[in-house]
């Protein structure tokens, strides 16, 4: 009955690697599989173990900590709404321009800021894109510069809280766990908040560096331009566009961190806070609103729907032992912790160049999350380097996701060679974090 299941997951995968739709292919090949054993092997799973999916849908739907997916995914688009990465953009080129290297330094400041704004990367990259890099491009940038460091400050959404990769993964390691690793949103956000930092910095050292090392690659914007450009108010400018959208967040994660607030809490803090800027911004109208609403219900009925057909995939899986079956397969084969957790990790990397993180998340942490209970694994630790390992995948050349987001809104001039080899570096960055943080775990524990 193991192989059985394993069987039906090596199916899914396909199917989904084939393009089907995620939610309708987990559910349904789910069932229909399970039917078809009804037949073939009776005994195998029985009619009555589908008695559990209505409380299960139910447990799923009243869970209050995914409550904090529509809201933080309204505080992003109500935020992309605003104009605030426009505005942000034109705040920190003023502030930094002068140095060289200080407009790409600002593309990573705006990515970080709209990372903990929005959690969203594919609508960060594009509206980093179609911002700035014309701008960089005007101003003699190298080309592959320019789109290395606007593909990849648009992926730290990814691991920079409040990020809905997080707050999935946290949901699936707590319901797939035998009771050994209890792993709730905020800790999640705490664990991920150092990582994310150091990488903010680690990109922003990368820039100055290569920039005054290959300085025709990132001149400065020249004095009297800047003067130019400030002009009378400008301090007041930097307040509205910087410290009042850095407020928000640091009040949405302090919150969380200090435990003020749960993060479905915080999270509806935050979206008022979003439509509050965004008033002051003088964007704000009914057809925005409206625009807001729609999109963040879309969003949220997917991730649900999905939701919906991993649960239905998870019984039938471990109905079939499927998660025993496995454990005992890789006891057998002696593997150590780190041999399983670098295994999964290739894995996941390599299904992150075609399929979407959610998919990922709900397909491959039900299945992996037992066994490292047995392995008594610190699954806090695997979430971290599995958001990690995720936005890499997304930068990774010739399918990172965040690639042909870029592309399709970059200039004629700029062509694919120019995108895979300016994201090398940042590649190489991301890797080098994932080592440090396998090295060094206790990275994740200082907030």
């Known amino acids: 009955m193991g192989f059985l299941a394993l069987l039906l997951f090596l199916i899914i995968f396909i199917l ?9 292919t987990l559910a349904g090949v789910s069932i229909l599989f399970s039917l078809i054993l009804m037949v073939v092997v009776p005994g195998a799973i029985e009619m009555r173990h589908f008695n559990l999916l209505p409380s299960r849908f139910m447990g799923t739907i009243n869970n209050t900590m995914l409550m904090a997916v529509p809201l933080f995914i309204f505080m992003g688009i109500m935020l992309e709404k605003s104009g605030l990465a426009e505005s942000l953009l034109e705040t920190m080129a003023n502030l930094f321009g002068s140095v060289r290297g200080g407009l790409a330094v600002s593309v990573v400041i705006v990515g970080a800021l709209l990372a903990a704004s929005t959690g969203i990367v594919g609508a960060t990259v594009v509206t980093m894109g179609v911002l700035s890099l014309p701008v960089m491009l005007k101003r003699g940038y190298k080309p592959e510069l320019a789109t290395g460091v606007i593909a990849s400050s648009g992926t730290l959404g990814q691991i920079i809280p409040p990020s809905i990769v997080l707050i999935l993964l946290a949901d699936q390691i707590g319901a797939s766990s035998r009771g050994v690793s209890q792993v709730d949103v905020g ?11 150091l990488l903010v910095l680690a990109y922003i050292a990368y820039i100055l560096i290569v920039s005054n090392v290959k300085r025709d690659w990132a001149p400065p914007i020249p004095q009297e331009e800047i003067k130019a450009m400030r002009g009378k108010g400008f301090w007041g400018r930097v307040f509205k566009a910087f410290f009042l959208p850095f407020l928000l967040i640091l009040t949405v994660l302090g919150s969380i961190f200090k435990g ?3 993060p479905t809490e915080a999270a509806a803090v935050g979206a008022m806070g979003a439509t509050l800027l965004t008033i002051l911004q ?30 239905t995939f998870t019984l039938v899986f471990r109905t079939l032992g499927g998660d025993d079956y496995l454990i005992e397969l890789i006891q057998q084969a002696n593997l150590s912790p780190m041999m399983f957790l670098l295994i999964v990790m290739v894995i996941i990397f390599i299904a992150g160049f075609f399929i979407d993180f959610i998919e990922i998340i709900f397909i491959f942490v039900p299945v992996i999350t037992p066994i490292f209970d047995v392995y008594e694994v610190d699954m806090l630790w695997v ?22 987001y870029l592309k399709g809104v970059a200039p004629p001039e700029i062509t694919t060679q120019h995108l895979y080899r300016g994201i090398i570096p940042f590649i190489l960055i991301q890797v080098f974090f994932i080592a440090l943080i396998i090295l060094f775990p206790e990275l994740i524990y200082i907030f």
Request: glycine share 8%.
């Open 383 to 404: 979430g971290i380097l599995m958001a990690m390992n995720l936005q890499t995948s997304f930068l990774t050349p010739p399918f990172g996701f965040s690639l042909f």
């Open 260 to 262: 003020i607030a749960s």
């Open 282 to 311: 003088g964007k704000f109208n009914l057809n925005i609103l409206q625009q807001v609403m729609r999109q963040t219900m879309k969003l949220t009925a997917m991730v649900f729907w999905i939701l919906l057909g991993a649960t």
């Open 16 to 24: 989904i690697l084939r393009g089907y739709p995620v939610a309708f």
């Open 187 to 197: 800790a999640m956000f705490r664990a991920a908040f150092l990582p994310g930092f």
